[in-house]
């Protein structure tokens, strides 16, 4: 089982809809979480970070599931601009850092 | 403006021949990264560094190798033992807990 798992995508929405991403991982004792977002050929960029009590940025929301070792984004409204990877991430033991896969997003008019 | 820095943002090796990918940051931060991206793919861990002159090797080191001379700088070299050197490099740091933030990355090409 791979340490942290995403959505395989891609995903083809049109504009204006609703779409959630899932990730699960694999250690318990992961202590922090992060959505990025990596557009075609450029390095990712954080998106936002993942509390245990669910977190609002405009059209963006994550929530992670400690029990059940899996957080979520959802994306609402979607635009054109929205369409890039989205990396899941995940850190434990202070500098460990894993990166999902990444799930694509294609947003189409 | 604080943020990390790599260069050059293409590079082409020749076969047999070592180069080496450059890293700054000025964001004081203690932790530097090296990740390996192929196309269609996540970010493997190539080394890491926590602290000057400390470096770890992550889950694909061989025919890599790195130094970390000063908190700012972790230059990355590709050796000829690296078979299969074609890939989107990128460097990332971190303080603490906080997030990562990458550079704009070193597309490595082989002739």
């Known amino acids: 089982r791979k340490e942290v798992e995403q959505d395989p995508g891609p995903f083809n929405v049109p504009e204006g809809a609703t779409v959630a991403f899932n990730c699960t991982y694999s250690n318990s004792a992961s202590q922090s979480f992060f959505w990025y977002r990596q557009d075609c050929r450029k390095e990712p960029k954080l998106l936002m970070s993942v509390y245990s009590s669910g977190n609002e940025d405009g059209r963006f929301t994550a929530q992670l599931n400690r029990a059940s070792q899996y957080i979520s984004l959802l994306i609402r409204d979607s635009k054109l601009s929205d369409s890039a990877t989205y990396l899941c991430v995940v850190v434990w033991g202070g500098f460990k850092t894993i990166f999902g896969a990444g799930t694509r997003l294609f947003v189409k008019a | 403006d604080g943020g990390i820095t790599q260069s050059p943002k293409y590079l082409f090796r020749k076969e047999g021949q070592n180069v080496t990918l450059s890293c700054e940051q000025n964001l004081n931060h203690d932790a530097m990264y090296w990740y390996r991206q192929d196309p269609g793919q996540g970010l493997r861990l190539i080394y890491y560094s926590q602290i000057v002159n400390d470096f770890q090797k992550g889950d694909i080191a061989e025919g890599y190798s790195v130094s970390r001379e000063k908190k700012e700088s972790f230059p990355l070299t590709v050796t000829s033992a690296q078979k299969n050197p074609t890939a989107f490099y990128l460097c990332?740091?971190?303080?603490?807990?906080?997030?990562?933030?990458f550079g704009p990355g070193t597309r490595l090409l082989v002739l």
């Open positions: 990332a740091s971190r303080q603490n807990q906080e997030t990562q933030y």
